[in-house]
């Protein structure tokens, strides 16, 4: 039988922002590491865990796919805010323009679809307009072979996501059915993936994905370690996300990962909805 808990804040919103970009360990955390749901004292969802509802033959497939996450990627927040601050300002080799671009680096990808040129690198000057609204990610186009084959891993995970939160989950299937289908991945309600490997994320809330819909965690490991967990600080509490294990999870909460340790390879895969492509590449909008 699964577990129902409740839990408060122990840190007020003005702390946890002042603690974006900053590590946290797992001390005085309460870490599950068994099925279990999640809901905060005003009762909103904050997770739902299931443990071993991937097979190993869909985790040995995702795993596949790792090397998608290649260090070079910049996140804001999730890498780890420097000293010198979250940005700073450069001038593009090819097009001579000043970029705002992230300090920090991680390794971590996309596979899918996105809705700019660019990944997590840059945010363009504002001026700028670019013609090529959306588009298939580069490994996508280069490793469509792979891509495909996980295909109906993802469409799986899509039916987890709907039986476990299926309020959420209706929301989002109404703001896909806006997007042109060339940009969605095949017979799930997702047009993107975010591979991270070995990445301990920092304090941070996802941006960019849909605000009403819910993040999809999934991991794919191998070999030995330990912690790695999924941490909501804010609450005092964590999960234990292991290979085969999903994960539903509110990321517009403050979350982060603790510190691993050990010889083994951790792969989490994030699936989520791009909320600007409902603008930028829409229904009736031809592929490009």
């Known amino acids: 039988m699964t577990k129902t808990i409740k839990v408060k804040k122990i840190h007020t919103d003005e702390y946890m922002e002042k603690k974006e970009g900053k590590f946290f360990t797992d001390d005085n955390m309460k870490i599950y590491d068994k099925d279990i749901d999640v809901y905060t004292e005003d009762g909103k969802l904050l997770l739902k865990f299931r443990k071993n509802v991937i097979s190993d033959d869909d985790v040995n497939i995702l795993y596949e796919i790792k090397n998608?996450?290649?260090?070079?990627?910049?996140?804001?927040?999730?890498?780890?805010?420097?000293k010198?601050?979250?940005?700073?300002?450069?001038?593009?080799?090819?097009?001579?323009k000043n970029l705002r671009v992230l300090t920090t680096k991680a390794r971590s990808g996309i596979v899918g679809?996105?809705?700019t040129l660019s990944n997590f690198g840059y945010s363009a000057n504002k001026k700028s307009k670019s013609k090529v609204k959306c588009r298939t990610t580069a490994y996508t186009g280069k490793h469509m072979d792979k891509f495909k084959k996980c295909l109906p891993i993802f469409k799986r995970i899509d039916r987890i996501y709907k039986k476990l939160v299926p309020s959420f989950y209706k929301v989002q299937k109404d703001a896909i059915n806006k997007i042109n289908k060339d940009y969605v991945i095949k017979?799930?309600?997702?047009?993107?993936?975010?591979?991270?490997?070995?990445?301990?994320?920092?304090?941070?809330?996802d941006g960019g994905d849909l605000?009403?819909?819910?993040?999809?965690?999934?991991?794919?490991?191998?070999?030995?370690?330990?912690g790695a967990y999924?941490?909501?600080?804010?609450?005092?509490?964590?999960?234990?996300?292991?290979?085969?294990d999903f994960l539903a999870m509110n990321v517009h909460e403050w979350h982060?990962?603790?510190?691993?340790?050990?010889?083994?390879?951790?792969?989490?895969?994030?699936?989520?909805?791009?909320?600007?492509?409902?603008?930028?590449?829409?229904?009736?909008?031809k592929s490009k």
């Not at 010198?84 to 001579?96: E, N, Q």
């Not at 017979?187 to 809330?205: G, Q, S």
């Open 68 to 82: 998608v996450a290649t260090l070079g990627a910049t996140r804001p927040s999730a890498s780890g805010i420097p």
């Open 84 to 96: 010198s601050g979250k940005y700073k300002i450069i001038k593009s080799k090819s097009t001579g």
């Open 113 to 115: 679809y996105y809705d």
């Open 187 to 205: 017979d799930t309600i997702f047009t993107t993936v975010t591979v991270n490997k070995n990445f301990r994320t920092a304090l941070h809330r």
């Open 211 to 226: 605000k009403e819909g819910f993040g999809n965690l999934v991991i794919a490991s191998e070999g030995e370690y330990e």
């Open 230 to 244: 999924t941490m909501f600080p804010q609450y005092g509490i964590g999960v234990d996300c292991r290979s085969g």
């Open 256 to 285: 982060c990962n603790s510190k691993m340790t050990g010889t083994g390879t951790r792969v989490s895969y994030v699936f989520y909805l791009r909320e600007k492509m409902m603008s930028s590449c829409p229904k009736k909008s």
